[in-house]
């Protein structure tokens, strides 16, 4: 079966549809994309499995995403992020790197402090191909703990770094993106989106136009000032009826300080 993908060349203001031809049934998957330019791009598709399994299938694109090429199965049905056209990542229950768009992947660990303990990584951020930071959160008997790692030679080695998360069920904010550059946090915290750059903390509210039920699925950003969240809303006119569901890109040019439709 073809999955259809939407693409943009003018911010949003119109789409064109792309099919991807996945070879198997797309109704039980889920769907990653990401682009290191705007010709190259890979979408992973994570494949239904019981919960000790996190299959994928990686796809790529080298013309904007008009046509596209399977390339060898991921060692994680998880997102990939690519800071170059052959330089990228996967994270989950492990951390893997390729050189080379994705044919080949190596294994990597981050941080002698939980060298025992059970990780889940979070998504890597590079601002280049040697600078990027790393959230990793270890689980043990005293409950789950949040580090933060940086590198500045391409994650051959991390290096831990001051972190204001706390531990456990305590911090209840979800990173969803950190800005290039600064290692900015935007963080979702109820219908309310914080900035955290270092000691710095702002908070802007997103539009009361598009909240309703709205929930911030997602964040992007493109430079250290331009960014967009994905923001899902809905809601019923009458007890479970006269219902809507929508999708909204809320867009910010200041680096999240406030946000706009």
């Keep these: 079966a073809d999955l259809e993908l939407a693409g ?10 792309s099919p991807v031809a996945l070879g198997l049934d797309a109704s039980s998957c889920r ?13 992973t598709v994570r494949l239904p499995s019981g ?12 013309d904007g995403g008009r046509n596209w090429a399977r390339l060898p199965d991921p060692p994680l049905g998880e997102a990939a992020v690519f ?6 990542w996967i994270a989950g229950d492990g951390l893997y790197v390729t050189h080379d768009g994705g044919t080949t992947w190596q294994p990597r660990r981050v941080g002698s402090e939980v060298a025992d303990l059970r990780v889940q990584y979070g998504q890597p951020q590079f601002v280049d191909q040697l600078t990027g930071r790393i959230a990793v959160t270890s689980f043990s008997q005293d409950g789950p703990e949040t580090l933060h790692f940086g590198t ?16 456990g069920g305590e911090d209840k904010n979800r990173i969803v993106a950190l800005p290039l550059r600064h290692f900015g946090r935007l963080m979702v915290e109820g219908r309310e989106v914080a900035f955290s750059n270092g000691v710095t903390v702002g908070n802007s509210s997103l539009p009361m136009a598009i909240i309703g039920a709205a929930g911030v699925i997602s964040a992007s950003f493109a430079t250290d000032t331009d960014g967009w969240l994905l923001v899902q809303a809905g809601g019923c006119a009458g007890y479970k009826s006269d219902c809507t569901h929508g999708f909204f890109l809320p867009a910010t040019s200041d680096g999240g300080q406030t946000y706009s439709v």
Excluded: C, Y
């Excluded at 990653?32 to 979408?43: E, P, R, S, V």
């Excluded at 500045?152 to 531990?167: A, F, M, N, Y």
């Design 152 to 167: 500045d030679d391409g994650g051959e080695q991390w290096v831990s770094i001051p972190d204001t998360l706390r531990k």
């Design 31 to 43: 769907f990653f994309l990401t682009f290191a330019d705007g010709f190259h791009g890979w979408l």
């Design 51 to 62: 919960t000790n399994f996190n299959l994928g299938r990686l796809f790529s694109t080298s």
């Design 83 to 88: 800071v170059s056209p052959t330089f990228g």
């Design 8 to 17: 943009t060349s003018d911010a949003g203001q119109t789409w064109s549809i």
